[in-house]
């Protein structure tokens, strides 16, 4: 029986995302998953070798007008109890001098499974690697967990997570969230573990091309795209972190993410002391860069003892970057609350 989907959204040409899909495809062939390739490049040289692939592959021809639409497709297709997300410029192998984790056999409490992830660049090779578990007991302590040990690279995100939780988590909110911004996987890989702890697969390696993110400027690049495809003006950028509380805060009060009460309160307190003070902090050395409204929210911050107090607060000062913004978050939040 297979267990395991591999979703891999893909626009570039046959050429260009030859070598990652064939990686998946051997890699699925080990491991009995299935592959599911939704591909909106419009090559026709790509469409005819995606087509002859075989029976354990799932080729769609999407009209996906971004990467999200197009793993949305894909993810529709997903039968199997697990999925993996994969992206058309990594790589994933399998080892067979390792034993390979058996997804049936998984506690409950368990909602992923990562491989061993290296970091690389074209000009460079490898430039670094992580196999870090997530293994706290609580939500909370697991969203303090993660945000000590991520160094600044969401690359947990290709991992093999629950598909029920993983599609669900993955569709609501980006079919709800005003922004839908490419810096979203942040707050997913949150949410997702706070849902459940991360384990290690030693027979996984996953390649992930940080090309994108390997220097200054090109961060400073990639953020540029990504808030413009997001719609808000590039002044937004010292407040990107407010953002991120509100996608994360709300996909925790989310009624179908399975936590209970007491945990969604502390996880909500863990999602607001990794996002605010540090805000707050750059508000207090940089004010200049800030509204009036901004820094007496930073003065009053550490005061403010709930987070949803915290979330009410942050609306205004976002609806005066973009105006709508915060109404539209508020929504989200009563949508998903």
């Known amino acids: 029986m297979t267990h395991l989907s591999i979703a891999i ?113 074209d000009e460079g090779g490898v430039i670094g690697g992580h196999d870090f578990i997530i293994d706290e007991a609580t939500p909370a302590k697991r969203i303090r967990q993660y945000s000590l040990r991520h160094g600044g690279n969401n690359s947990l995100y290709y991992s093999i997570f629950r598909s029920d939780l993983f599609v669900k988590v993955f569709n609501i909110f980006h079919r709800s969230n005003p922004l839908r911004a490419g810096f979203s996987d942040w707050c997913l890989v949150y949410a997702l573990i706070a849902s459940g702890k991360v384990i290690f697969d030693p027979s996984a390696v996953c390649c992930y091309d940080i090309g994108q993110w390997a220097s200054q400027a090109r961060i400073e690049t990639r953020m540029r795209s990504l808030i413009q495809q997001a719609g808000l003006p590039e002044a937004v950028q010292p407040y990107l972190s407010l953002f991120y509380f509100l996608d994360l805060y709300v996909l925790l009060m989310w009624r179908e993410l399975p936590l209970d009460a007491k945990e969604r309160l502390e996880a909500a307190i863990a999602c607001a002391q990794i996002y605010l003070p540090g805000f707050a902090a750059n508000v207090t050395s940089q004010p200049n860069n800030y509204s009036l409204e901004t820094r007496a929210f930073a003065d009053r911050l550490y005061a403010i003892q709930h987070p949803h107090t915290l979330f009410l607060e942050v609306l205004p000062l976002v609806d005066a970057i973009k105006p709508g913004v915060g109404e539209a978050y508020l929504r989200f939040y009563e949508a998903l609350a």
Not at 14 to 28: G, K, N, T
Not at 63 to 71: C, G
């Open 9 to 121: 959204p893909t626009r570039r040409s046959l050429e260009q995302s030859r070598f990652s899909i064939e990686s998946a495809l051997i890699y699925a062939d080990k491991c009995n998953a299935r592959v599911i390739i939704s591909d909106n490049s419009q090559d026709a040289d790509k469409a005819r070798w995606l087509s002859g692939l075989g029976a354990n592959v799932t080729y769609l021809h999407s009209t996906a007008q971004d990467a999200t639409l197009n793993l949305i497709n894909a993810l529709e297709h997903v039968t199997t109890p697990f999925v993996m997300p994969f992206a058309d410029d990594d790589a994933i192998y399998r080892l067979d001098d390792q034993q390979p984790m058996n997804l049936v056999d998984l506690a409950s409490d368990v909602v992923c499974v990562r491989p061993r992830t290296f970091t690389w660049i």
